[in-house]
């Protein structure tokens, strides 16, 4: 009994830490090279994987810029990362700003960062507190999800 006790308090006391964004490298769209750190928001990070190719995305892009713009003032930066290949590079700055992409976008060729992330599909987004902790996975994307996202930005700020 006190085995079994001792057991289930050990085990009680164990809590699982999110998943952390560790710093990563990656070019922007200027051939630049730039930092998690540099693109980092004041308050939460929110990044979205995507590719051009990639018809949710399409469908999603539009939302998250306007999302984008609610909560600039917020401290929450919005980040894009192409994961196109080196084949379809050439086609990501165009699509950008056909969808009026304002944040910054990076690339990710080869899914490094991808992968690093546990990432697995597109469009998939991600929140991210100042403690590089992963708060918020979301995979995928159907009309009006915008709004469950919008509403959990919205209850981060408020805590």
């Known amino acids: ?3 079994t ?15 952390k964004v560790n710093n990563f490298r990656l070019k922007n769209l200027d051939n630049r090279t730039t930092t998690y750190k540099d693109i980092k928001g004041d308050t939460y990070t929110v990044i979205d ?4 190719w990639c018809k949710p995305c399409i469908k999603s892009i539009p939302k998250l810029v306007e999302i984008s713009k609610e909560f600039e003032t917020e401290g929450v930066n919005f980040v894009g990362i192409s994961i196109d290949s080196p084949r379809n590079q050439a086609k990501v ?3 950008v700003r056909s969808l009026g992409v304002e944040y910054d976008v990076l690339l990710d060729p080869n899914s ?11 469009p998939t987004l991600l929140i991210i507190n100042q403690d590089d902790e992963i708060i ?3 995979e995928g994307y159907k009309p009006g999800e915008e709004v469950e996202i919008r ?9």
């Not at 057991?7 to 809590?15: D, P, R, T």
């Not at 994987?49 to 051009?52: C, D, I, L, V, Y």
């Not at 490094?112 to 597109?122: D, F, P």
Request: charged share 15%; net charge neutral; proline share 6%.
């Open 1 to 3: 009994m006190k085995l």
């Open 5 to 19: 006790l001792a057991i289930l308090v050990f085990l009680g006391s164990l809590s699982v830490a999110p998943p």
């Open 49 to 52: 994987f995507w590719a051009t």
């Open 93 to 95: 700055k165009p699509f």
């Open 112 to 122: 490094e960062v991808m992968g690093r992330l546990g990432v697995q599909a597109v």
């Open 136 to 138: 918020y996975f979301h």
């Open 151 to 159: 509403e959990k930005i919205l209850s981060l700020l408020e805590e």
